[in-house]
């Protein structure tokens, strides 16, 4: 073989091998794309992240980054809110995700929230577009870049964030009547006697009237016990908190309720009371209720 001809195959093996890389790359890039990701900031510092990625049904699995390797309460659901098997790499989330074609991430991290004083800050490394919620009444009072879309019609802050390095601080409003002036003088604006006074009252007439409508309009708790004699230790406990909270609760409310559970573990158990029709779930905003049914 002479020269030249060694050169042309060497060319043509070269660009067969560019031509081969470029098609994996782009197929990997192609088995999924995330629709959403919503950050939910709650007054502890805790966030709530949930990703909406929709995927190639013939594809085994894929990877996910996480926003911090320090996560918990991890659960990965198909399009039939069925669970799906992971692993956890460090700060990637592997999902095993064959026959599925949507899939809906959710984990709870204190890992991008840090508390200086009275001011809260969140740090996000964002990969994709991103909706960040922040703690009801809280005012932004720094940003390093300037958000796509700011949304105050809700009850929560409402940030929209393009992809990069985010820096958010925020405070969030005193609970104490007390304020000093610029003096350093004691500003009280309600005398706290009369604050203590108002505030036994209306707790006493909100106790007196939830229980007035339980009595009038409360599901029977006895009466489904008694329908339903198989039900777990658990199942009854969160029937009774529900009872407890006027026949309605969050799912938040109910793993505030119930620490210890795991999160899979109370999906399960709400839709299995589901199944049995003692319970319904109904989306309000970005959260589930769960209501007793009468």
Same mark, same amino acid.
């Given at each position: ?6 050169? +042309? ?21 192609? @088995?999924? /794309? ?47 809110? @069925? ?12 999902? !095993? +995700? ?9 984990? /709870?991290?204190?890992?991008? *929230? ?9 740090? *996000? ?11 009801? #009444?809280? +005012? ?10 700011? /949304? ?25 009547? /007390?304020?000093?002036?610029? #003096? ?13 006074? *108002? ?7 909100? !106790? ?11 599901? #029977?708790?006895?009466? +489904? ?32 309720? !119930? ?28 959260? #589930? ?6």
């Amino acid at each position: 073989m002479n020269t030249l001809d060694f050169k +042309t195959a060497f060319a043509f093996m070269a660009v067969t091998a560019l031509l081969t890389f470029a098609s994996a790359t782009g197929n990997a890039q192609s @088995l999924f /794309d995330v629709e959403s990701v919503d950050i939910i900031v709650y007054r502890d510092g805790l966030a709530h992240v949930t990703q909406t990625v929709t995927v190639d049904e013939l594809t085994p699995e894929i990877t996910l980054p996480l926003f911090s390797s320090s996560i918990e309460n991890v659960i990965a659901l198909d399009e039939a809110e @069925l669970p799906i098997d992971y692993e956890i790499n460090e700060e990637d989330l592997t999902i !095993f +995700t064959l026959g599925a074609e949507s899939i809906i991430v959710e984990y /709870d991290t204190i890992a991008l *929230t840090s508390k200086e004083a009275e001011v809260w800050t969140l740090v *996000t490394n964002n990969l994709y577009t991103s909706s960040v919620f922040l703690p009801q #009444n809280s +005012t932004v009072i720094y940003l390093n870049m300037m958000p796509t879309a700011i /949304d105050t019609s809700g009850t929560r802050l409402k940030l929209s964030l393009y992809p990069g390095q985010w820096e958010i601080s925020y405070v969030l409003p005193l609970t104490s009547t /007390d304020q000093t002036d610029d #003096n350093g003088g004691s500003n009280t604006t309600i005398p706290i006697d009369y604050l203590i006074g *108002t505030t036994i009252t209306l707790v006493a007439v909100v !106790f007196l009237t939830i229980l007035i409508i339980r009595r009038r309009k409360g599901p #029977n708790v006895k009466k +489904t016990m008694k329908a339903h004699p198989h039900l777990k230790k658990e199942d009854k406990e969160v029937i009774e908190f529900l009872s407890e909270k006027g026949g309605q609760a969050f799912e938040a409310e109910i793993r505030e309720r !119930f620490p210890d559970m795991p999160r899979t573990s109370l999906w399960r158990l709400v839709r299995r009371l589901e199944r049995l029709e003692i319970v319904e779930v109904k989306k309000i905003g970005l959260e #589930n209720q769960v209501q007793l049914k009468k």
